[in-house]
């Protein structure tokens, strides 16, 4: 029997999981949850520039009245891209949590239907059924964000009163690609706690609480941000308090906190950032989501490979 | 102990065994803990740095020659440090709540015993009764052992004792507390017990925590127009709080609107009526129990009703145990 190629098996491990995530409506339902969210950013950015408009024009009489300088209409000052400012919120909620989903059931699906066993009886390489998943998650992801990407494009473009530069496309760009970078981290995550853990329970939590220290407890040791203002994309712009615990805490674990360096680099894109607690760089935030997908990633694959292949069903 | 109430105790002791047994519970408490502990050292560290900043400015103006009656020294309310602690339970909480609801039902189902205990002379809802009662003790035990160590944080932070009103409004956020967290408790039941697919139940259940723990509350915050502007629209503007009052006026059916996208969020009740209870916002700082509770009570009522709801669809709704065989 001769041996399946390297990139023949992981051709058609990406094929399967493809389909399989199609036909999985849990997935499909979170990935409609999170496209209905980004129609709802737009507007939701839309009708609050619009409201600071309006309650700036009925200001106008009453600073006049009173004789006080008339301030520039804030709203003046708004690029258009920050409209999409509750997208980094969005994706760091919704497409975090989408994503771990998407990449625990793409490898538990295996596990639970009794093809590890199976695959195992055959000549294929391990690492191209691991490596074929890899290419099945960053596919899905980048087609969702790019539907994303072009209802952001096609709302710009259809609301009153908002011009779109093409030279803010980079800016969208660069969004997408940290958002993209972002979601494939936790997107392994999720695989390689299904393919690591023997309880199903534990399998699924064990991400979730990843994401939530990640997401919720390192930027509020790391920068003071409450649990709550973390949903804010302003929050970004929050600056630590000067002192000895947070110099410590954000020189030790700012690099490694994922969610920060994900908002600064989407908030900075969005232009939402207005300069302040720009402690990190775009590319050290960059690393640092590039850096948190090589080692999910590794330990998916570590864990695909060391997988009892022949008790692979979870215990409960 | 009537008939009719020995099952039901008979099922909630058999949950009370599985929780410590699996140790799910001391895991998810302790994470909550540990979370809670963070924020509370976080604050202390805040706080700690807010109080070196007067002292500095304090001394720098003291060494000019100029007067420090425009400094406000910033006090220390125990209780205000609680801020990060009450918002990890809204989050964390209703994932603990889920979970523990999930587990309850994926249990007997795993198992494939929810068929066995229905063939006994038991009714659904003594079922389900046994369920409540089971995981309401347990939810209670977890959080009363995250506040008491909370409350131990605060002497070791502040160095004194909490006086009997401090515990008391500790006491009263601990019962919502347990309110919240039960209402998602509940949510993860009824998921676990209605879908076909466990899993489909579970991520189910997390969408609908995502939509009213963090979505709702985020829309609302964002809609608010003081918000979009760094320092706030008013405050830039140089407008004053009377005509803020009259402008807003204008926009009395979007505030309408946003106000109660953030009254859909079960968490928001919760964090409105703890940060008033423990003083957290200002505006109630120093307020006797009594009057806050008066002004806050319709946060409670809404914590009530909707536990209320959850328990009364699951107690009526009659359980399918063929439907509810082992996952496929």
């Known amino acids: 029997m001769g041996s399946v190629s390297f990139a023949s098996a992981a051709r058609k491990s990406a094929a399967l999981s493809l389909k399989l995530t199609y036909r999985d409506r849990t997935v499909v339902l979170l990935v409609a949850f999170f496209l209905v969210m980004v129609l709802v950013a737009a507007y939701l950015g839309w009708s609050a520039t619009n409201t600071v408009n309006a309650i700036y024009e009925k200001a106008l009489p009453v600073l006049q009245a009173q004789g006080k300088t008339v301030p520039a209409n804030p709203v003046g000052d708004t690029p258009p891209l920050s409209l999409f400012r509750n997208m980094v919120t969005y994706v760091a909620l919704l497409g975090g949590l989408a994503s771990l989903v998407l990449g625990y059931q793409t490898v538990s699906v295996d596990r639970k239907q009794g093809v590890v066993p199976l695959t195992a009886s055959r000549p294929v390489s391990v690492k191209a059924l691991a490596a074929g998943k890899i290419a099945a998650l960053s596919f899905i992801i980048i087609a969702v964000l790019g539907i994303s990407a072009s209802i952001n494009v096609l709302t710009l473009l259809m609301l009153p009163g908002i011009s779109f530069p093409a030279s803010d496309l980079g800016g969208l760009a660069t969004f997408y690609g940290g958002s993209a970078l972002y979601m494939l981290g936790f997107a ?12 199903e329970s534990l399998a699924l939590l064990v991400p979730v609480t990843a994401w939530l220290t990640m997401t919720f407890i390192v930027p509020q040791v790391t920068a003071n941000i409450g649990p709550m203002a973390a949903l804010n994309p302003m929050s970004a712009n ?8 947070f110099d410590f805490t954000s020189a030790v674990l700012g690099p490694l906190s994922i969610a920060e360096a994900y908002r600064f680099l989407a908030a900075s894109s969005l232009q939402v950032m207005t300069g302040a607690g720009t402690s990190t760089t775009s590319a050290s935030a960059l690393f640092t989501l590039v850096a948190a997908c090589l080692v999910t990633g590794a330990l998916y694959l570590r864990a695909a490979t060391t997988l009892d292949k022949s008790r692979s069903a979870y215990r409960d | 102990m009537t008939n009719q109430l020995k099952p039901v105790w008979i099922l909630a002791a058999k949950d009370l065994a599985d929780a410590r047994r699996t140790k799910i519970l001391l895991v998810l408490s302790g994470f909550l803990t540990l979370a809670g502990l963070v924020s509370l050292a976080v604050a202390a560290a805040a706080q700690k740095a807010d109080y070196l900043t007067y002292i500095e400015a304090r001394d720098l103006l003291v060494s000019l020659g100029k007067p420090i009656a425009d400094l406000v020294e910033p006090m220390f309310f125990p209780l205000k440090l609680l801020r990060g602690f009450i918002e990890h339970i809204e989050i964390i ?28 002379p038991l009714s659904d809802a003594q079922f389900i009764l046994g369920k409540l009662l089971g995981n309401g003790i347990v939810i209670a035990a977890g959080l009363s052992a995250t506040f008491l160590i909370a409350s ?16 008391g409004r500790l006491g009263i956020t601990l019962m919502a507390a347990t309110l919240y967290v039960g209402i ?16 489909s139940a579970l991520l189910a259940a997390f969408a609908v925590w995502l939509a009213l723990v963090l979505v709702a509350p985020q829309i609302g915050d964002t809609l608010d127009p ?3 502007v760094a320092g706030g629209i008013f405050r830039t503007l ?11 006026k204008t926009f009395a059916t979007y505030e309408t609107v946003r106000d109660g996208i953030e009254q859909a969020s079960p968490a928001k009740h919760f964090e409105r009526l703890s940060f008033a209870i423990l003083g957290i916002k200002d505006t109630y700082l120093g307020m006797p129990i009594a009057q806050i509770m008066q002004e806050r009570i319709h946060d409670l009522w809404w914590l009530i009703g909707v536990f209320t709801a959850l328990a009364g669809i699951l107690l009526l709704r009659p359980l399918n145990p063929t439907r509810l065989i082992k996952e496929n």
């Open chain 2, 226 to 228: 003081d918000n979009q």
């Open chain 1, 188 to 199: 392994l995550l999720g695989a390689w706690s299904a393919a690591r853990f023997e309880s």
């Open chain 2, 93 to 120: 909480g209703g994932i603990i709540g889920i979970v523990l609801g999930y587990r309850a039902a994926a249990v007997e189902r795993g198992n494939a015993t929810l068929q066995l205990v229905l063939t006994r």
């Open chain 1, 238 to 245: 929050i600056v630590p308090p000067q002192s000895a615990f």
């Open chain 2, 184 to 199: 998602f408790f509940m949510l993860g039941l009824l998921f676990a017990l209605t879908f076909r697919k466990l899993p």
């Open chain 2, 152 to 167: 131990l944080a605060l002497y070791a932070i502040g160095g004194i004792g909490l006086g009997f009103d401090s515990y």
């Open chain 2, 238 to 248: 140089n407008i004053a709080k009377p005509q803020e009052i009259e402008i807003l």
